[in-house]
């Protein structure tokens, strides 16, 4: 079950695999990164973050931080949430989490209805779950049984969601603004290969096409055209994962070549579309 690296990099090297071969769960680990900054969004999973070595400034719901590796900082990004990060020689440990498992999970843990957990605290300063993300990490890349796999994903997970969850309740957003811009997600998520003027989009929404890129990008925190964007690189991972080309995806998920498509999906993913397909197909 050895990782697959993205030796494609200059510089850098990114390994990604998933642990034990868990479909919930897929562990992206890159070295000595320096990127401009980028904003990114978490499209369906929960991301818990730990940085080792150098920097990396970060803007998330209205605060702005810079992590300095090994000093125990870790944060977690809910789904559908976008943020912006700038690393700088920075060494990063990522997982992501399908909320599914992490909802079921907490359910288990905390003794109450099945709820997704909430982190209103998303930076936090706890070196215990750096370590339990460390040793989860080395752990997932040599065989193990599945009583110790449960056993070593709770030592991350049950202080995690003891000390630091609640229960995710709806956010404070009402009124007809909030309504256009959830049948606009609707319709993207619907034709996210189309291409899909925005003119048709506020027409879905009722709204003018220039209220509607506004409200949108006020809500989501992207503009419809990078929302779509995030949606067609999140099925082209599930594409890759089933063993389908490159070439193949590119194609059904609305991209204009494959060029563009490996262009999109290493600067969000660090790592080459052939190189992951071959990690997600095969660890």
Known sequence: MEPVEGLEAAKDR???WRPWRLRQFEFLEVTAM????RRYFSRGCFLLVSI???TADNQYRNTCASDQGGEGTFRVFEPEE???CQPQNATFRCLTVDPGWLQETAAETLQRERSLPHFPSHCLFDRSLSKALRDLAASSLVAASRL????TLLRLFAPLLLLHAEEAGALPRSGWE???VKRAKEY??????DEVPLQELANVAYLSPFHLARVFRQTVGLPPHAYQTQLRLAHARTLLAQGFDVGYVAHET???DQSHFAQQFQRYFFVKPGSYRKTARFS
Do not use: C, D, K, M
């Not at 110790?148 to 056993?151: G, I, P």
């Not at 993207?188 to 290969?193: D, G, N, S």
């Open 14 to 16: 990114v390994t990604v």
């Open 34 to 37: 320096s990127a401009p900054s």
């Open 52 to 54: 080792q070595s150098g």
């Open 82 to 84: 976008t943020w912006i």
């Open 148 to 151: 110790q796999q449960e056993e």
């Open 178 to 180: 909030h309504r256009a």
């Open 188 to 193: 993207l998520q619907a034709h996210y290969a």
């Open 254 to 256: 609305g991209f204009f």
